[in-house]
Every structure is written in C-alpha cells, then in structure tokens.
C-alpha cells in the first residue's frame, strides 16, 4: 500500500512539473505579460518560442480534423520494420559473431568502422538507392537499432558462464539445446535491456529520414512548418512526437514484463 501511494505522490508531482513548464512557456511567451527585458519587442517571444495554448489548438486540430492520422500512420510503420529489422539482424549476427571467435575476430575492425560512421550521413544515400519513400526511412532505422542490439547480444553470449555451459554439457546438451536454453535466454537478457534505447533510435531513424526528404510523415509536418515559419506547429509537432516516443517505449516496457517473468526481480535473489 505504501508503494501505491508513494507511485501516486510521483505520479503527482509529475503533472505538476509538466503543468508549471507549460505555465512559464505561457508566461514568457505572452506579450501581454511579458517585460521587454530579453527582447526590445515581446512579440519576438511568441515568434521564436511559440505559445502553448496555441500549440495544443494546433494538436487538436490535427486529431479532430483527422488530418494527422496518415502521417503517424507513416511514421509508426516506419519506426515499426526498422524496429523489427534492426532488432531481428542484430540478434542474429550477433549470436553468429560470439558463437564464432574467428569470425568475428576477422570482421572485427569492419564492425567498428560501421559502427563509428554517423549514420545521419547515410540518409541521403539511402534516399538515393531506395527513393523518398518508405524504404529509406527504415533503412536508415535499421542502421541505428542494428548496433545497439548486436553490442549487447554478443555481449550477453560471451558472459555465459562456462561453470553453466560445462553443467549443461555433462548432462548431455547439444549444441542446439545450448543455444536455445542457454545462448538465446542469456542474450534475450542484454536485448531487452537496449530495447528501450532501440525503440528510440528506430524513431529518431525515421523522422529525420522524413525531415530529409519525404512526403508524408510527422518529420513532413515539421519540415513544412518550419518552411513557413510556424513555430506554434514546429513545436505541436514535437509534442506529437514526444508524446508517440512515450506510447512506443510504454509498448516496450509491457512486452518486457510479459516475456521475462523467468527474470527474478531486483533483490530476491539476495533474499534467497
């Protein structure tokens, strides 16, 4: 009961930071309320920083309107593949690279010299070999998701003990078995633990790769905004945004509980 009520106390001031953020940004920003301290003229505050009131009109236009459902419709399925494809390559690359010492000794400086590259340099590329469209945007997704996850599955493989390998040996495991009770659950551990920043990165993928160049999309929005110089829906934009990031990583957190209820939670194996 105790943990309830301290989850609502934070809960609470929570909403309550968020709501004095917003109460100083309408502040600053009104003219009407604003000393011409910073600027000579306090209608430049509104011009640079936008108002939230504003902001939330543009939001709730765009949702009753409906017009900004394709757009995230876009953007989900973008960040979506290059969240499936980035994951589903990394976990399967890196299992190969830890279970082949060879391999990856070989491959390793090629891996680190990828890995080094600034992604956001491949969107123009990728928006030259796949178009404007779809592809490039997940494509550059999947270059971002990819390492994280590889880094933390080869990780994950090559700290299995060997005391529970040599155990799982004697009782007469193959080297299927090891992988799929020994390899596979160890690195599912490391590949949750980066499916936070991952879900991320297949986002941020996306809607720079739309900001760069698309016709659709929330990162399309923006641009088009900025275009114009609507600040009120540069920042409606990111609120959308922001507000997506947190749906997704929730989505995250939901399917970590589910699949690794085997995982003893902090502090009961010191209580055992």
């Known amino acids: 009961m105790n943990s309830r009520k301290a989850s609502r106390f934070l809960r609470l001031w929570q909403v309550l930071i968020l709501a004095g953020v917003f109460v100083f940004w309408q502040v600053a920003t009104d003219p009407e309320l604003l000393p011409p301290i910073y600027f000579d003229n306090p209608n430049k505050a509104a011009f640079f920083f936008g108002q939230p009131l504003e902001v ?11 017009s900004i459902y394709g757009h995230l419709w ?5 960040t979506v593949l290059a969240f499936v494809i980035g994951t589903a390559s990394g976990l399967g690359v890196g299992l190969w690279l830890a279970l082949s010492p060879t391999a990856a000794a070989l491959l390793d400086p090629y891996i680190k010299a990828m890995n080094a590259m600034p992604r956001v340099i491949l969107a123009p590329i990728f928006g030259v070999w796949f178009g404007l469209g779809m592809a490039s945007k997940v494509a550059l997704g999947v270059t ?26 004697m009782l007469g495991a193959g080297e299927r078995q090891l992988l799929r009770h020994v390899y596979i659950p160890s690195a599912t ?62 989505l995250v957190t939901l399917a970590e509980r589910r699949l690794m209820v085997w995982q003893p939670r902090s502090g009961e194996t010191e209580r055992i």
Do not use: K, M, P
Not at 74 to 78: K, M, N
Not at 189 to 213: I, K, P, R
């Open 56 to 66: 939330l009109a543009r939001v709730w236009v765009w949702f009753s309107s409906g």
């Open 144 to 169: 971002l998701v990819f390492f994280i996850v590889f880094f933390n599955v080869y990780q994950g493989v090559r700290e299995v003990s060997h005391t529970v390998l040599a155990n799982a040996r």
């Open 74 to 78: 876009v953007t989900l399925l973008e």
């Open 189 to 250: 551990s490391w590949v949750f633990a980066s499916l936070h920043n991952s879900v991320g990165l297949a986002f941020v993928g996306a809607v720079v790769g739309e900001y760069l160049g698309s016709s659709e999309g929330v990162g399309y929005l923006i641009l088009q905004a900025e275009g114009t110089f609507d600040i009120n829906s540069v920042f409606a934009g990111i609120l959308v945004l922001t507000a997506f990031a947190l749906v997704l990583d929730w």
